[in-house]
């Protein structure tokens, strides 16, 4: 452990809405924001909620906010000058905008292959395409596991293939794909890959650099953020496509061509603030790509055995199946079903005790399907972060012995 660096407790204090008492467990769709981002955001609204680019003092703050926000985000993902970040209201907004920016550049016939693990925000947006033409193939999982066979997207994949679609991490399974691997099979063919890193960022290191995919998307309101997402583009990805804004706008400005209006600029202020919450967890003096790396590690030591007491906790039930891998490389974000009762009933009693998880598809109405489970009911997922605590797990135990 670094000098000054924080303890778990330590770290967890950070964290206000935790001091209330409900115990969050479902983080996979939104988590929590320490005190340095709630108050970066304050300021902004108090100081700097002005319009950007106007030259006068609290305008020249707001811009500078603005490009911070930009270069955190390549910082936090890897992107070591290899491309840029564009910021947006969300994953799924970001997505379906690059897919109507590529939809300009196929050609009748052109293949998408799409896997039917994503979540639908990189799913939906593909499929669409099929509307001028595109011809879009599924990347299926396992019936059983959800795997997802790097053999099935090697036999998908021909000299007309222009992109694939798939998740580093299923926001149900928890898994971690190779995607060095599925990059390096996709450009094989010259196809472009583009990746949901929305249920990985939030527990392991981001290195779009060093996989080389040419487009990753995250949500920064799952890593302890505001509502808020960043899209990666490798420079030559983004020069082959014409952004949507303004014509004025030159097509080389990135990321100005592909941001329409204004960004949430009170948000990039909070993008902004984590970095000073990274540097704390492990005392560093300084925020740079080491500091980063060093607090994704901590995260990844906490987060463990939270993983592996929930996972030995589901096993020891009968009625229960849980879904996704029994050992690492995963995040903690768990899902299964039970044959005892629906999962609505179990999210509900669950809620009545003061902890928070979720039922339902999760947005992955097809890999939900495809794992034989009534997208209607769905599964039970339970989410932890590295704020979490054994002692919260405990208590949700305590619940589910009952239910189960």
């Not at 669950?350 to 939900?368: D, E, S």
């Amino acid at each position: 452990m670094s000098s000054g660096s924080l303890t778990q407790r330590e770290a967890r204090a950070q964290f206000p809405a935790l001091d209330s008492g409900f115990i969050f467990l479902e983080n996979a769709g939104g988590s929590q924001v320490p005190l340095c981002v709630i108050h970066a955001m304050e300021q902004f609204l108090r100081e700097d909620y002005v319009q950007t680019g106007a030259g006068y003092p609290a305008s020249d703050r707001a811009t500078s906010t603005v490009t911070r926000a930009h270069q955190f985000c390549e910082l936090l993902m890897g992107a070591e000058d290899r491309g840029r970040v564009v910021l947006g209201a969300s994953t799924t907004q970001l997505t379906h905008m690059l897919a109507d920016c590529i939809s300009r550049t196929l050609e009748p016939g052109d293949e998408i292959v799409v896997s039917t693990a994503n979540h639908e925000a990189n799913a939906g947006p593909w499929e669409r395409l099929a509307r001028i033409g595109a011809n879009v193939k599924w990347w299926a999982v396992d019936p059983k596991t959800g795997d997802m066979e790097f053999e099935g997207l090697a036999n998908l994949l021909t000299k007309r293939t222009k992109i694939v679609a798939l998740p580093h991490t299923s926001n149900l399974l928890g898994n971690i794909v190779d995607v060095r691997q599925a990059t390096d099979i996709a450009h094989q063919v010259g196809a472009k890959v583009v990746v949901d890193g929305v249920a990985f960022a939030p527990h392991r290191l981001m290195e779009v650099g060093q996989w080389g995919v040419d487009f990753y998307v995250y949500s920064t309101y799952k890593v302890f953020g505001p509502h808020m997402a960043a899209l990666f583009g490798r420079h030559e990805a983004w020069a082959e496509l014409e952004g949507p804004n303004h014509y004025f706008v030159p097509r080389g400005e990135v990321p100005r061509k592909f941001e329409l209006g204004s960004l949430n600029y009170e948000g990039c202020a909070g993008v902004v603030a984590l970095g000073s919450y990274l540097t704390s967890l492990v005392g560093a003096s300084s925020l740079d790509r080491g500091t980063v790396a060093r607090a994704f590690e901590r995260i990844r030591e906490w987060e463990h055995p939270l993983t592996e007491r929930l996972l030995r906790y589901l096993c020891t039930k009968p009625s229960v199946r849980v879904v996704g891998p029994f050992a690492e490389p995963r995040v903690p974000t768990v899902s299964f079903v039970s044959d005892r009762t629906t999962s609505p009933d179990i999210a509900s009693r669950v809620a009545k005790r003061g902890i928070g998880i979720r039922h339902g598809h999760m947005y992955a109405h097809r890999l939900t399907e495809a794992l034989g489970v009534d997208p209607e009911t769905g599964f039970v997922r339970v989410s932890a972060v590295h704020t979490n605590t054994t002692e919260e797990l405990d208590q949700l135990f305590e619940t589910l012995d009952a239910v189960l």
